[in-house]
């Protein structure tokens, strides 16, 4: 294990620092535009640099207290959840202001990959070279790397501070926690404190045991959709039915992609957050409206069904969704196999309700979706790759000397409650705020009580 933990805990140099830009915004904000220079590849410095984007936040002061604009204020770190998902800038996230009320400056990192962080796409990865070079390309866009950034970012951001002070605080959400989780096991040096909000990446080696429950899971959230809708079960048949009149898939989306049932499906990604029922619900009365009432789907239905599904916006996470769980092992399209185990979800069901499908990634979705047909035979040649290095260590999280606060929550569909509390388990020291009552998404939805939460479980005393 410690060798392995040597093999995982490259040396981090300080990234170089492009450009800085400021502006104020709204609410006496002090916004400023970071672009750094990092390795591309940590193992091979010399083979290439990218850039990477971030946006930073800090209250801007007005006469008399100028100074505090220059002070070195503490920092934390926001990543977002994904794979693949940029940040937005800080001034929209709701926790911003609680942060720097408790004293910090807040740095919103667009992950490599995402945003202005040289973002993967279908036709900048194509750059790249052949489908052979493109997936090894995309190795080096899991958390390994993206904390490789954070250390070098870190290093550049405090290089003036005070020897007791160049430790960041990390935030992560969903996906960003599983990065806190590859921080904590390989650079915990960097890090004065951990919050994970639904965050707390399952400590395995490859993505089966983690369909195999959310699945289950998925499986409960359609049946509390279905009790709320009674009605959307006919409804849904009777879309999938008429999807299947003409040749399932001749329909075009306004993306240029094919609605085919098994896409339509697909919108029970949605079943899991707060007001998710309610979002599918809405789209699949449309639908079905249009159907009963005009013979096919109209414009509206069709742009409400291509909006609810942004696969296409969002290549890394349809191609590393799977792989972001392994070590030395394929994905191999883990929840399409294990899809067959569950005949809920077949679009010929008669002996029930058809249920829709959730997060999880199929190799149709390479011929459904427009942008993502152009980097089939990319994602088949990642799907089959077994080199795949750790992502955590947990003879090192056993060991772990970094405050971490988490919150995890029973009905999260897209992250395995009890695989999380294993997990919390095993990293020394880790406090969890536990809820019924809240979905994958609070820290937007019910922020003030999350994030509340999270600092009470930092600051309070627990007997």
């Known amino acids: 294990m410690l060798r392995q933990l040597a093999r995982n805990m490259l040396s981090v140099s300080p990234a170089k620092a492009l450009s800085q830009s400021s502006y104020l915004v709204s609410g006496r904000l002090k916004i400023t535009e970071h672009f750094f220079d990092v390795p591309k590849d940590y193992s091979k410095p010399e083979a290439g640099s990218i850039k990477v984007f971030a946006r930073s936040a800090r209250k801007h002061e007005t006469y008399p207290n100028e100074a505090k604009n220059d002070e070195k204020l503490p920092w934390i770190v926001f990543l977002n959840g994904g794979p693949g998902n940029e940040c937005r800038p800080p001034q929209h996230y709701p926790f911003t202001n609680t942060l720097l009320d408790k004293g910090y400056q807040v740095l919103c990192l667009d992950q490599r990959g995402t945003g202005l962080s040289t973002p993967i796409t279908a036709s900048t990865l194509q750059m790249r070279g052949d489908n052979d070079v493109q997936a090894r390309y995309l190795k080096l866009y899991r958390a390994d790397s993206i904390v490789r950034d954070c250390e070098a970012i870190r290093q550049t951001l405090t290089a003036d501070y005070p020897e007791d002070r160049k430790k960041w605080s990390v935030m992560g959400q969903s996906f960003g926690g599983f990065c806190i989780v590859s921080y904590l096991s390989f650079y915990p040096d960097g890090l ?12 395995v080696k490859s993505p089966d045991e983690v369909y195999r429950r959310l699945y289950k899971k998925l499986i409960q959230r ?12 006919a409804r849904v048949k009777t879309i999938l039915n008429y999807l299947s009149r003409f040749g399932d898939g001749k329909i075009k989306l306004p993306s240029e992609g094919t609605l085919t049932r098994r896409r339509f499906q697909q919108l029970g ?41 942004g696969f296409d916006e969002n290549l890394l996470y349809s191609i590393l969704h799977e792989p972001i769980y392994c070590e030395g092992q394929a994905a191999n399209w883990s929840a399409h196999r294990l899809l067959a185990e569950h005949p809920q979800f077949s679009p010929d069901r008669t002996d029930g309700p058809v249920f829709l499908t959730g997060e999880m990634i199929y190799p149709w ?8 047909r152009k980097v089939a035979g990319v994602a088949e040649r990642v799907a089959a790759d077994a080199g795949w290095p750790a992502l955590f260590d947990e003879e090192a999280l056993t060991a772990n000397k970094v405050p971490v606060f988490a919150a995890a929550y029973t009905e999260d569909m897209y992250v395995d409650y009890d695989l ?35 600092f009470n479980l930092r600051d309070d005393v627990v007997d």
């Open 192 to 203: 004065r404190e951990a919050f994970l909000f639904g965050g707390l990446q399952a400590l």
């Open 269 to 309: 990604i949605n079943l899991g957050f707060h007001g998710g029922l309610d979002a599918v619900h809405d789209v699949v009365l449309r639908a079905a409206y249009d159907v009963e009432h005009f013979g096919h789907l109209t414009r509206g239905s069709l742009a409400a069904i291509d909006r609810a599904l």
């Open 420 to 454: 999380s509390m294993e997990t919390a388990r095993k990293i020394k020291g880790c406090k969890v705020f536990t809820t019924n009552v809240m979905f994958h998404d609070a820290i937007r939805s019910r922020m003030d009580e999350v994030v509340r939460q999270a």
């Open 222 to 233: 359609n049946e509390a959709y279905y009790a709320k809708f009674p009605g959307d079960e």
């Open 365 to 372: 979705m390479f011929e459904d979706y427009s942008e993502l």
